[in-house]
């Protein structure tokens, strides 16, 4: 690590992911942006009213694309550090938030896939995956997806999702 007198190249930008129980798409999300952030990323997720535990099928869902979330914990928002954030996300559950210090915020409206199909589990893992990438603004991985997956590995016994699919998952905006 170097000491640059440049703050913004060697500060970590600080992420935060939230949804209600903290077992699925929070910690998906906290695991892309550790996979695609590197150092350049501190990521954390907690949940309003954490369940306890990871859901298995997000931890098969990751294991399919080599990243062992079984390692992670769900979190309560209590429990993440009294900092401000750079960037949270919350993942369209109706948590505000309101008492976490956020430099942006922003709802991404991604449903929960808790009682999904294995297929559909997927889909919605993968639209975590790429939600930072659709709209301007917000605090980019810095490695591009496929260079990432070249790194990781394929994701073995997956479907790719199609545009279809994943476009299905995503709520009504009418």
């Known amino acids: 690590m170097s ?3 440049s703050s913004d190249s060697s500060t970590p930008k600080r ?3 939230v949804c209600v129980e903290n077992s699925n798409r929070s910690q998906m999300a906290e695991a892309f942006a550790l996979i695609h952030g590197g150092e350049q990323i501190e990521a954390y997720s907690a949940g309003s009213r954490p369940s306890g535990r ?3 099928q997000a931890i098969e869902s990751m294991k399919e694309i080599g990243y062992d979330l079984s390692q992670h914990q769900s979190k309560s928002l209590s429990e993440i550090p009294d900092i401000e954030f750079d960037f949270v996300a919350t993942m369209g559950c109706g948590d505000a938030c309101p008492f976490v210090r956020a430099k942006q915020r922003e709802d991404w409206n991604i449903p929960d896939p808790k009682e999904m ?3 559909e ?3 919605v893992r993968d639209l975590v995956e790429t939600r930072p990438d659709r709209e301007e603004g917000q605090v980019p991985p810095p490695v591009r997806n496929a260079e990432r997956r070249k ?3 394929p ?3 997956a479907t790719e999702p199609n545009e ?3 476009n299905s998952l995503q709520p009504d905006k009418s």
């Open 151 to 153: 790194q990781i590995g």
């Open 15 to 17: 992420l935060l992911f």
């Open 54 to 56: 990871i859901n298995p």
């Open 164 to 166: 279809r699919s994943i």
């Open 117 to 119: 199909s294995s297929e």
């Open 3 to 5: 000491n640059s007198s």
């Open 155 to 157: 994701k073995p016994n």
């Open 121 to 123: 589990f997927r889909a």
